[in-house]
């Protein structure tokens, strides 16, 4: 079949032409064709394969196009880069060998395209369209990627063995398609990657991490973190996840599974929210219940400070898999320190206080915060949904409420230190952070107003107590 119509774009007839005068071959191959086969919008990303040297396909290129842009040459891994308008070409030379992309060693450019196309990770990847003139728009799918495709199927053109061997990332990468996608990971396959889980440890933690955030930005996280799950991958990136699983019973008092939990609340999230780093939050905001969980006689299980152990786990973890440890970690931190507040809220009667602290506390982070709270209600039981979605309303309209009257989001105190100071005629002391304390604290409760000449009559009456008497005539007067 021809598909010359989707080769649209001028580039391709240049490589084409480039390539014929080089006289090689040249293929258009990878994401670019399978994506074009989902209809997933036209792909960015194209990679090239030259039956050849694709370094010197990418310099003849670069050559005629307008603006003869940069070429990026990668001589160990054999390939060439060039960005092209919103373009960005990889060009590379066919293997026969083994591909890796790790590999120190310069790679031999000396296969065909089905050697190639051999040593790719997918069928549904490893699709080709031919650039060159006489041939241009021929696909070329020896494994049947297309089929694939239809029957919605993960698949690798070799034995899953050997293609999970040349590089056990893809034992993710096909978690992560099959998460993207919605599509099943052929049993082979499933088996090849639990066999081969512990061979993940050579893989770079960064190259990990890129593709559980593509899990997690998917549309149901929980089917990547299930696979992984199942396939053994899951306890050796991420323990403190599978340290969840599992329901315990003590003299008939059970715990729910909170690993399950966790995936429902991470789907419940996903369906609000594309913010990475709240979708983290979502994941880890209950990894201290593991570390903390103990069972009383009286009261049954409990998780005490989970919230806090867990924001302390936040950290270790982020540092383990090489994450930023950068305002993103501190965002996390503070969404799993923080989990339950909105949840204690919920279940009493909401008071205006409460709400107040909550955002002060909260700041900013007080939306997400929210929405990470309504994603954790995961009750079947009906009438108890109901009563907390309720709750959380009336917080939300709460929040809104106090926060046009009260400005509590990022509190400034509206009386500082250094008018303290002058007008008890104070050095820097104790007592001055213990006025500034109690002023913040009545504004809080709701005694006085989060302004000026409230604050500054609370002060004096505060200083009063404690002993202190008035030096500035500012305070004298009023
Ligand atoms: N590839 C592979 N093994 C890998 C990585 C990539 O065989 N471990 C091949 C596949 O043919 C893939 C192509 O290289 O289609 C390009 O890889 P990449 O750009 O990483 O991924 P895409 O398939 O384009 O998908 P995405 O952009 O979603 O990552």
């Not at 104790?430 to 504004?443: F, M």
Request: charged residues 30%; hydrophobic residues 40%.
């Amino acid at each position: 079949m021809n598909h010359k119509h989707i080769l649209q774009h001028t580039i391709f007839k240049t490589i084409g032409a480039c390539a014929d005068e080089l006289d090689m071959e040249a293929y258009v191959i990878g994401g670019f064709v399978r994506d074009y086969f989902l209809k997933r919008g036209d792909s960015k990303d194209i990679d090239v394969v030259a039956i050849g040297s694709g370094i010197s396909l990418a310099q003849k290129v670069a050559f005629k196009l307008e603006g003869k842009p940069e070429v990026t040459i990668f001589k160990n891994f054999g390939t060439a880069m060039l960005k092209y308008k919103n373009l960005e070409l990889e060009f590379v030379g066919a293997r026969k060998e083994s591909y890796t992309r790790d590999s120190r060693n310069p790679v031999v450019e000396d296969g065909t395209l089905e050697d190639d196309q051999n040593r790719r990770d997918f069928t549904i990847n490893a699709m080709a369209f031919s650039l060159n003139k006489s041939k241009f728009g021929d696909l070329l799918d020896p494994f049947n990627g297309v089929k694939d495709l239809e029957k919605q199927i993960i698949r690798t053109p070799l034995k899953p063995e050997i293609t999970y061997s040349d590089d056990p990332l893809r034992m993710m990468r096909a978690i992560r398609f099959a998460t993207q996608l919605n599509f099943t990971i052929e049993s082979k396959s499933l088996d090849a990657i639990s066999k081969n889980r512990e061979r993940i440890k050579i893989i770079s933690k960064e190259r990990v991490v890129d593709e559980l955030h593509k899990i997690l930005l998917a549309e149901k996280p929980s089917k990547g973190f299930s696979l992984l799950n199942k396939t053994g991958l899951l306890p050796l990136i991420l323990p403190e996840l599978t340290a969840l699983q599992g329901i315990e019973e003590i003299e008939g008092q059970r715990h729910k599974d909170n690993f399950w939990h966790t995936l429902e609340v991470v789907d419940n999230i996903s369906k609000t929210t594309n913010n990475l780093w709240l979708r983290w939050a979502a994941l880890l905001h209950d990894i201290g219940k593991a570390p903390t969980k103990k069972f009383h006689k009286k009261i049954g299980w409990t998780f005490h400070a989970h919230e806090f152990v867990g924001s302390k786990m936040v950290y270790k973890l982020f540092k383990r898999l090489r994450m930023p440890l950068n305002d993103k970690m501190k965002f996390v931190q503070k969404m799993v320190l923080m989990s339950s507040r909105p949840v204690i809220l919920s279940e009493e009667h909401v008071t205006d206080s409460a709400v107040r602290r909550l955002v002060f506390d909260a700041g900013d982070y007080v939306d997400d915060l929210m929405t990470l709270c309504e994603a954790d209600i995961t009750t079947k039981n009906a009438r108890k949904l109901k009563k907390y979605k309720n709750n959380f309303k009336i917080v939300r309209e709460k929040i809104v409420e106090v926060e046009e009257r009260d400005k509590i989001r990022n509190f400034q105190p509206p009386v500082t230190g250094e008018e303290i100071m002058q007008t008890f005629g104070l050095k820097p002391s104790r007592e001055i952070g213990i006025l500034k304390d109690a002023i913040k604290e009545a504004i809080l409760e709701g005694e006085i107003a989060n302004e000026y000449s409230a604050a500054f009559k609370f002060m004096l009456k505060k200083g009063k107590e404690l002993g202190l008497s008035v030096k500035s005539n500012k305070a004298s007067k009023s």
